[in-house]
């Protein structure tokens, strides 16, 4: 298709990363908010406790991510989250060939 544009929708709010900074001291605890966040098995949640700072949950609403937060940070480990970049108003893009 000859001089097809796709445009992208810009939101009020950018998209969120949760970002697991530290385990604490119940590791039992957080691996298990994990796999229930990311329905990662019991071993993929521990090798991605060992790799910390590490980002879980990648481009997620607000909602998304202040309540993911507050479940491991209520089992213990320290978190923040990484807003998206904003995009330009009005941006646009050229399909892929």
């Known amino acids: 298709m000859v001089g097809a544009q796709y445009f992208e929708l810009i939101c009020d709010e950018p998209p969120c990363s949760v970002v697991l900074t530290s385990v604490g001291a119940c590791r039992v605890e957080v691996l298990r908010v994990l796999r229930r966040l990311t329905g990662l098995s019991l071993w993929r949640s521990k090798e991605l406790t060992l790799q910390l700072p590490v980002v879980i949950l990648h481009e997620v609403a607000r909602e998304t991510a202040d309540a993911a937060v507050a479940m491991l940070r209520e089992a213990g480990a320290a978190t ?18």
């Open 80 to 97: 923040e989250i990484g807003e998206g970049t904003p995009r330009s108003f009005g941006g646009h893009r050229q399909p892929a060939d």
